[in-house]
């Protein structure tokens, strides 16, 4: 097991992939600090492969934990935890082709932004399968934020206990043209101070909901469960 722990940088505090194609396995990430993007691992642009890794307690202006910009990255088995931001993406910020896999995305922090996992603008691959994101905290826009007509495409994941301390969905936050397909997931248990406690869907959005548990989550203002703003919402089998 590769050990990479308090380093400093401006963007990558601990692991900076830029162009071509990385392996990284069995490694713990932590304490790393950027100033900018990415304290513990920052992709622009390049591959990476991310297995079996823990990357926690890591701080960034942006993307505490993970960096993912104009990249192709694959994160498999992973926890991320306890990381976090200035401003946006406590736990990965995603704008890309990103995706995780059987991941635990757990108790990191945003002061502005998406305290757990954001994907941003169009992709190709990008999504979360089979992933526990849960006790993430942000000032907005949720625990998983899907912004800018981002396409992500979420199946299998417990989304519960996330707080967003100001507006947006306190478990999902879809904004700005975002269109993702959330399919047999559980969001329970999650707050927000404004709009819905679960999720929260903007005029402009298309997501397509299926075969998902909302359960217990609470607003201080509206919808509890699910707030659709406009938009052209598809909810089925719920």
Known sequence: ECTIRNNTADSGGG?????????????????????????????????????RCTISNNSANMGAGVWCYGADAIFTDCTISGNNAQADGGGAYVTGDGRFIGCRITGNAAVSQSGGLRFQGPSQTAGADNCWISENTCGSRGALTIIDSATPDISNCDIFGNGTMGWGGGGIHCE?????????????????????????????????IEACLFDGNHSRNNGGGVELDGGQALMSNC
């Open 176 to 208: 700005y043209r975002s269109a993702p397909t959330i399919t047999n997931c559980t969001i329970a248990g999650n707050t927000s101070t404004d709009s819905s406690g679960g999720l929260y869907s903007m005029s402009g959005c298309s997501p397509h």
């Open 15 to 51: 692991l900076e992939v830029r162009g071509g194609m990385a392996t990284v396995d069995d490694c713990l990430i932590t304490g790393n600090f950027a100033a900018s993007f990415g304290g513990g691992i920052r992709v622009q642009p390049g591959r990476a492969s991310v297995q």
